[in-house]
């Protein structure tokens, strides 16, 4: 059975460090790879998303993650972290075909600090 | 703007009484799906449909009961079953290989 691993449950960091937040996954076949972002008392937002082609995928808000099939893991990296970026981040696989059931990892929140 | 439209924001239930969760879309997607958030826990899925007139049990169904009449809605009951309702409830719709466009949520509570 597919699962997602986000190993650390919080995480802080200063303001304007870099951060890297981590994701490992089992599953069948390379599958799609999500990361959402939720703030409190709202909803999942996309961040990025890796289907194929290049390893290092770019998101919103100055996000970018690196898919490392023999790692089997899709980390998340900020180069300068913001305030703003206090939230807790989900790490998601998906199938490339069929049922697009997404498997999604326990979250990992992220505490910014001045 | 395309999206996904979740209501009410927050919901009290008493003891004993069934409440439904509505969630629409207007993103033309196939599939829709429900997921309970508790502190700690993630997303626990609670019911998915991939197209209309038909769904699946998640991991939580018990307690729960959904309908699919129409592609943009997909509402959830939660019934008097259901011993401890209290929680966040997510939904979400998905067109592959796309990933999941999610509702802003609602959070129900017991009185």
């Known amino acids: 059975a597919q699962s997602v691993t986000q190993p650390d449950i919080h995480i802080t960091v200063s303001e304007g460090a870099s951060l890297e937040l981590r994701c490992n996954y089992s599953y069948g076949a390379t599958p799609y790879l999500f990361w959402y972002v939720q703030s409190p008392g709202q909803g999942l937002q996309l961040l990025l998303k890796y289907f194929s082609g290049d390893t290092l995928v770019q998101g919103i808000k100055g996000f970018e993650a690196e898919f490392k099939r023999s790692q089997s893991s899709f980390n998340l990296r900020k180069p300068s972290v913001h305030w703003s970026d206090a939230a807790e981040y989900f790490c998601?696989?998906?199938?490339?075909?069929?049922?697009?059931?997404?498997?999604f990892g326990t979250g990992t929140r992220l505490t910014i600090i001045p | 703007d395309g999206g996904i439209t979740q209501s009410p924001k927050y919901l009290f239930r008493k003891e004993g009484q069934n409440v439904t969760l509505s969630c629409e879309q207007n993103?033309?997607?196939?599939?829709m799906y429900w997921y309970r958030q508790d502190p700690g826990q993630g997303l626990r899925l609670i019911y998915y449909?991939?197209?209309?007139?038909?769904?699946q049990k998640g991991d939580i169904a018990e307690g729960y009961s959904v309908s699919r009449e129409k592609k943009e809605s997909f509402p959830l009951t939660v019934t008097s079953a259901q011993k401890n309702p209290t929680a966040f409830y997510l939904c979400a719709s998905s067109n592959p290989p796309g990933g999941y466009t999610f509702g802003s949520g609602t959070r129900l509570t017991v009185v």
């Open positions: 449909s991939q197209i209309v007139n038909d769904f």
């Open positions: 998601a696989v998906g199938p490339r075909f069929g049922n697009e059931k997404l498997t």
């Open positions: 993103l033309n997607h196939d599939a």
